[in-house]
């Protein structure tokens, strides 16, 4: 099949599909003619990156993971060490937004919103208080 088939059977935009050939997550043959061809398998590894950034993987860990996914010996271990790893980072990242939000919050709770020039939120992006 060729890319735009490709894509429309994983769900992956051809510039994506692109993407990952280039940084080597992806290989489909070539053609003579120089086309990609992709067979069910390929559609199988855009599906499984498809999914992997979904749950927002990195691409580094989404390398590991089809590398662990194609190995019919790997240990489960290591899938589920990385998956304890991203949740890990994810839970960090939302409590960093979190307290981003809560800041926010406070500054703009303080600002009249009204046609006063003195604004509290801008006087925090700047680093002064209000």
Not at 6 to 24: C, D, F, L, N, T
């Amino acid at each position: 099949m060729n890319i735009g088939e490709a894509s429309r059977a994983s769900g992956v935009s051809e510039k994506m599909i692109r993407h990952y050939e280039a940084i080597g997550l992806l290989h489909p043959a070539r053609q003579a003619n120089g086309y990609r061809a992709y067979a069910g398998g390929d559609v199988a590894v855009l599906r499984f990156i498809r999914h992997a950034r979904d749950l927002a993987f990195p691409l580094e860990d989404i390398r590991r993971l089809l590398g662990l996914w194609r190995d019919r010996g790997r240990a489960s271990a290591e899938v589920r060490g990385l998956a304890l790893g991203h949740i890990a980072a994810l839970e960090a990242k939302a409590q960093a937004l979190q307290a981003m939000a809560t800041s926010l919050r406070h500054l703009a709770a303080t600002c009249h919103g009204d046609d006063r020039p003195d604004c509290p939120i801008l006087d925090g992006l700047e680093g002064r208080q209000g």
